[in-house]
């Protein structure tokens, strides 16, 4: 049977009451973690008990210290005896480079103070296999991973999976999405049955219910989405569609905002916009999945800290990108999910700080957005700038929301989604 747990107000335990071992919490203190958020104070003791756990909670709710902290303390308190070749103890399996990357600084900043040390390696594509291959000799503690690097290791015999005592699977909704199915299931058939399972979505669609019921044992439900008063506005503004790059430039430059994240559905629609907006006087950078890995990090590491102020970025971003108080977060185009939706405006306005999402739609994107709108629970006032109002009846030329030109996400291929391999179907709750 799954138990639920629900926290209606703003939880008023400390990280001592928590049971983390003494390490851990001067570590916290020296990160000035003062007070643990809701998803902290209800995860980190049942993850410390040993059960398996299905959390779900907001985008920037400090859910990746919820399940880090316990974690290493586990591993802490049971280390190997000896060295039995590249093993991994602790596996964390996440949908995009830039969140396994993320994840992993997290596990070892946390870890710093833990002796003997933890070995924290994350693996994913667009970078050698080989220099993760040399890193993984000797195996890893924690292993943050995406699903394809982490099947290729294995073919190459980099590591075994046969002694992974604990198994993560963060922004399981978003995995399953991008069409991971058939990569999650050849992992999961390599994995020990007796281990402890953490499952972290944002959402529960029916593939992650079937997920889960294949994957935990009587667990235990945290589900904290709505509990906090956001800090995030929401603003609405209809443009013709013509108009809405010289809309965008306008605002950049007449609010001097010195962060924007700028969502675009396609990767072609983010080269042309930072094209355009660089005749208007604004510039800007890309992140997509074109990019080499190197270039994703230079970029991404030039917006975190300011040297680049205008992001324009497929929903690649919409996940695992951590800014610390992200002003502006700008849909130039809407996503196709209004699942999506929420993750992408989900990049400002966290951790309590104020933040502001602004959509832009044409006549072509009302309907999508009034479908966004029901499947989210809220109702925004429709805004117009003057010198960029929206005519009242749609141009002859502005195509239909349900037009072929509407892109799929990135991540999407053309192809229809693989069944599951018959080996697997199990995992799932499928008959072969």
């Known amino acids: 049977m799954t138990h639920a747990l629900s926290c209606e107000t703003i939880n008023s335990a400390r990280f001592d009451t928590l049971g983390l071992i003494p390490e851990l919490l001067k570590r916290v203190t020296e990160l000035e973690y003062l007070i643990p958020t809701p998803i902290q104070s209800e995860c980190i003791p049942l993850v410390l008990k040993g059960g398996d756990l299905l959390a779900g909670a907001n985008t920037g709710s400090g859910k990746t210290a919820a399940f880090a902290l316990p974690l290493l303390q586990s591993l802490h308190m049971h280390p190997q005896s000896t060295s039995k070749g590249n093993v991994v103890r602790a596996l964390v399996l996440v ?22 040390r933890v070995k924290v390696e994350a693996v994913f594509g667009g970078v050698s296999a080989n220099t993760q291959m040399l890193a993984l000799r000797g195996g890893a503690d924690v292993l943050v991973a995406t699903p394809g690097r982490l099947l290729d290791l294995l073919s190459s015999n980099a590591i075994t999976l046969s002694q992974v005592s604990h198994l993560v699977l963060d922004e399981a909704d978003r995995m399953l999405s991008l069409g991971f199915t058939d990569e999650l299931g050849e992992i999961l058939a390599l994995l020990p049955k007796s281990k402890q399972t953490l499952l972290f ?50 605002l950049i430059k007449e609010q001097h905002w010195r962060q924007v994240l700028v969502f675009a559905s396609a990767k ?4 042309r916009l930072e094209q ?32 680049i102020s205008v992001l324009i970025a497929t929903d690649i971003a919409a996940r695992g990108i951590d800014i610390d108080k992200l002003p502006v977060v700008i849909n130039y185009e809407l996503p196709r999910s209004p699942v999506d939706y929420m993750h992408r405006i989900g990049r400002s306005g966290r951790a309590g700080e104020a933040g502001l999402a602004l959509s832009l739609i044409s006549h072509d994107e009302y309907q999508h957005f009034n479908l966004i709108e029901k499947k989210n629970k809220f109702t925004l006032e429709r805004e117009q700038v003057l010198g960029f109002e929206a005519d009242a009846e749609a141009p002859v030329d502005c195509p239909s929301r349900e037009s072929k030109s509407m ?26």
């Open 95 to 116: 949908p995009t480079r830039e969140l396994a990357q993320q994840i992993a600084a997290s596990f070892k900043r946390y870890a710093q103070g833990l002796m003997p």
């Open 201 to 250: 979505s944002a959402t529960f669609p029916e593939e992650v219910k079937a997920l889960t019921d294949a994957l935990l044992t009587t667990p235990v439900e945290v589900l904290l989405q709505s509990q906090e008063q956001s800090t995030l506005h929401q603003q609405v503004y209809t443009v013709n569609k013509n108009r809405k790059t010289a809309l965008l430039a306008h």
């Open 268 to 271: 072609n629609t983010c080269n």
């Open 276 to 307: 355009k907006l660089a005749k208007a006087g604004v510039s800007a950078q890309v992140f997509h999945g074109d990019k080499a890995q190197g270039a994703r990090n230079r970029v991404l590491d030039g917006f975190k800290n300011g040297e």
């Open 407 to 432: 892109a799929a996400p990135e991540g999407m291929g053309k192809k229809k989604r693989k069944k599951l391999p018959k080996a697997n179907a199990d995992l799932w709750g499928k008959k072969p």
